[in-house]
């Protein structure tokens, strides 16, 4: 399996002149530009999700916890392990909250995540608080913007979800994503975009499914996401 079929092969020429330039340290043979296309066709992953690890491996080379790979075979089965320390350096910038982790170490021990996704798990769930605290006000902000708040649905619906989604909100969206992926050997992609935002088309989903169980019909509340999200 490969997911180059239908790349144009200058992308790859342009990986491997980006090696080229990064540092002395790789073994430029007289077939290592033949040598690098042929093993960047056989990761098995995005090629946008390759480039970005290259890119972060050529600016990290050297670097205390950076896998050395100086050729293309060693790369290729490093791949994943610079994968990961590319993603450990990223997730410094998060800072996370006492309650975050302590969510975090017992969704580890309780449910399955991918390796890729287990590693930055704290960060997701930070994030997916943080995005979801935000959404929580923009609800209680157009619950009072209504004049007529005791009689009108959307404003009831509202309060549904404040009362029994909002307390848990992250611990249930963490454990969809254990759910959706936990048996997965590797992620393909950014783990960071599994976090929620109020725009995706996962939270659509969930808001159609909490529409469902409060008034028997999917799609009674999505005028009122629109609103809410815009």
């Known amino acids: 399996m490969t997911f180059f079929t239908e790349q144009k092969p200058d992308r790859m020429d342009g990986w491997v002149l980006l090696l080229k330039q990064a540092t002395q340290q790789f073994r430029q043979?007289?077939?290592?530009?033949?040598?690098?296309?042929?093993?960047?066709?056989?990761?098995?992953?995005?090629?946008?999700?390759?480039?970005?690890?290259?890119?972060?491996?050529?600016?990290?080379?050297?670097?205390?916890?950076t896998p050395t790979a100086f050729t293309a075979q060693a790369f290729n089965r490093k791949f994943r392990q610079i994968e990961m320390a590319m993603m450990r350096t990223r997730k410094s910038s998060i800072a996370i909250s006492p309650e975050m982790e302590r969510l975090s170490k017992?969704?580890?021990?309780?449910?399955?995540?991918?390796?890729?996704?287990?590693?930055?798990?704290?960060?997701?769930?930070?994030?997916?608080?943080?995005?979801?605290?935000?959404?929580?006000?923009?609800?209680?902000?157009?619950?009072?913007?209504?004049?007529?708040?005791?009689?009108?649905?959307?404003?009831?619906?509202?309060?549904?979800?404040?009362?029994?989604?909002?307390?848990?909100?992250?611990?249930?969206?963490?454990?969809?994503?254990?759910?959706?992926?936990?048996?997965?050997?590797?992620?393909?992609?950014?783990?960071m975009k599994l976090v929620f935002t109020k725009d995706s088309e996962k939270f659509k989903e969930r808001w159609k499914m909490w529409s469902y169980g409060w008034s028997t019909v999917a799609d009674t509340f999505d005028r009122l996401l629109a609103e809410l999200i815009k």
């Open 106 to 191: 017992s969704l580890m021990d309780s449910f399955k995540f991918p390796p890729e996704v287990l590693i930055v798990l704290p960060q997701i769930a930070q994030v997916t608080d943080t995005n979801w605290q935000e959404f929580d006000r923009r609800m209680a902000n157009y619950m009072m913007s209504q004049s007529d708040r005791d009689c009108n649905r959307d404003i009831r619906f509202i309060q549904h979800v404040r009362c029994f989604f909002s307390p848990c909100f992250t611990e249930m969206w963490l454990i969809h994503i254990s759910k959706s992926i936990g048996r997965l050997e590797n992620y393909s992609g950014d783990p």
């Open 29 to 65: 043979t007289r077939c290592f530009h033949v040598a690098w296309k042929k093993e960047f066709a056989l990761i098995q992953e995005k090629p946008d999700r390759i480039e970005e690890v290259l890119k972060w491996y050529c600016d990290n080379i050297g670097k205390d916890y």
